[in-house]
């Protein structure tokens, strides 16, 4: 039996966050997730956009590490190699009914100890993204709505919590956890059980299911899809800034933006589901979303998308950000109801627990040796042609270009399989180096990459997965 002191389930933006911040401390950790890869499921899948909490229920929890996470971030990205930019966030109210809301919405940005968002004309609008409706009568203005690479972010947290002594069991799913006495004993999982002090429960779309192991599920997640297009990065019609609509009750809405890496990111759809698993797009949701941000942004071309994906919310019900230690079960603690605005506030979420969880009896000094950088992988296509010749002369793999949408190298992919908790499916070299994220969606590079994977894997190229388990890119020899 494998033994530690903390088992935090769930490799996701929180399960990574929490992790690397207890890694600061002497206690040994490991992080357990059912992909094989970190990521989750909801932080693979997201708007990539870090909030500064504007639109939070003030009072609640979730406004309090929002509002706290947003500032980290400058140091953060330094810090861990993460492609990041502040290009802030306009929200434009094109009828009367929108405009008369906006007040409301700066009054509640004020509450939630925003104090940055500041009203704007149409015509300030139209000057800041002219490819906005012209029918806009003002808006708001927010400027510290950000944009990040979130797989990288996932990474980077999980790398650096790593080179820090944090261990992660992927592939391995949590199938039951031993209680007793009143305190936590053990995990079970289907690599063998792990007896631990505490449990961190970060399953996020299954945090019920885990909770209910041990009694503690007094609520149910419902698995909300985002659906979204990913346009070309030279689609006609683009915007600078995040051009975010009106928030309902049920969701921010859809929105039209620039991803860190040049493309434009319109959608997602809210769409309660009873299956965790189904991340189809249909027509219909698709055709409401053109239908929601040419409201916003008449000329959006989405003739230009290149691929279109949706992603899962877990959605709490009853519904908010919860954190729960409890009484009558020592060493537990469980969280749930992390959406929408989970990848910005994992990053306080991790230093909350800890601090839980020291309230709560945990005590452990700090690291001396702390290990707070992480380099990332070199982008080649961003190097100036003087550090391309010396990077190629270095290593003559970065001269071998795979991905030619994206300018991505062999050396690069090498990277991406061979640094801690590295790549080893097709979407795991993807999220890490973009190859296959181009205008072809992989249709060039797809083959080279696969077969760069069996090869530095020792294995068949039957044996590679696109993502999941059992996604096999090829099924069998037709000639030899």
Request: aromatic residues 6%; glycine residues 8%.
């Amino acid at each position: 039996m494998l033994k530690t002191d903390v088992v935090v389930i769930g490799a996701g933006a929180v399960g990574c966050a929490i992790a690397r911040e207890l890694s600061k401390y002497e206690i040994n950790v490991i992080v357990v997730d059912k992909n094989d890869d970190v990521g989750g499921d909801a932080s693979k899948s997201n708007s990539a956009i870090i909030h500064t909490g504007y639109d939070a229920a003030p009072g609640t929890l979730e406004s309090q590490l929002v509002v706290a996470a947003n500032p980290m971030y400058d140091e953060i990205v330094k810090d861990l190699d993460v492609p990041f930019a502040r290009i802030g966030a306009i929200l434009p109210a094109i009828t009367q009914e929108q405009y008369d809301q906006l007040p409301a919405i700066k009054e509640k940005a004020f509450r939630n100890h925003v104090y940055d968002v500041e009203f704007k004309t149409g015509e300030e609008l139209l000057a800041m993204e002219p490819n906005l409706n012209p029918e806009v009568k003002g808006g708001l203005w927010i400027p510290r709505e950000s944009i990040i690479d979130p797989f990288i972010l996932v990474q980077a947290l999980a790398e650096n919590a790593y080179a820090n002594g944090v261990e992660f069991m992927l592939n391995t799913k949590v199938t039951g956890i031993k209680t007793e006495n009143g305190k936590v004993k053990s995990v079970e999982t289907t690599s063998g059980e792990i007896e631990t002090t505490y449990v961190i429960n970060a399953a996020g779309l299954y945090c019920d299911e885990i909770a209910d192991m041990v009694g503690k599920a007094d609520y149910k997640v419902v698995a909300r899809k985002g659906q979204f297009y990913i346009l070309d990065k030279n689609t006609s019609c683009q915007v600078e800034h995040i051009v975010l609509p009106i928030p309902t009750k049920v969701t921010k809405g859809k929105l039209m933006c620039p991803t860190i890496h040049g493309n434009m990111l319109v959608g997602p759809t809210a769409e309660d589901q009873d299956s965790k698993l189904d991340k189809s797009t249909s027509t219909e949701g698709l055709n409401s979303i053109a239908a929601d941000v040419r409201n916003l942004v008449p000329n959006v071309n989405l003739r230009d998308t290149i691929t279109q994906y949706s992603g899962l919310r877990p959605n709490r019900n009853p519904e908010g950000l919860h954190f729960d230690m409890y009484d009558d079960l020592e060493g537990y603690v469980n969280l749930s109801g992390v959406r929408s605005t989970g990848l910005t506030l994992s990053v306080a979420m991790g230093k909350y627990v800890v601090q839980q969880m020291q309230y709560h009896g945990l005590e452990v000094p700090f690291k001396k040796n702390f290990i707070k950088e992480r380099k990332g992988i070199v982008k080649f296509s961003e190097c100036t042609l003087e550090e391309q010749e010396k990077l190629i002369q270095e290593n003559p793999l970065y001269g071998n270009i795979i991905c030619r949408c994206e300018t991505i190298t062999e050396a690069e992919i090498l990277d991406a399989i061979h640094r801690p908790l590295g790549a080893k499916s097709m979407d795991a070299v993807k999220r890490r180096v973009r190859a296959g994220m181009g205008r072809c969606q992989g249709g060039f590079c797809g083959p080279k990459v696969l077969e760069i994977l069996a090869r530095e894997w020792n294995c068949d190229a039957s044996e590679i997965n696109k993502n999941v388990a059992g996604s096999y890119m090829v099924t069998g020899v037709t000639r030899q």
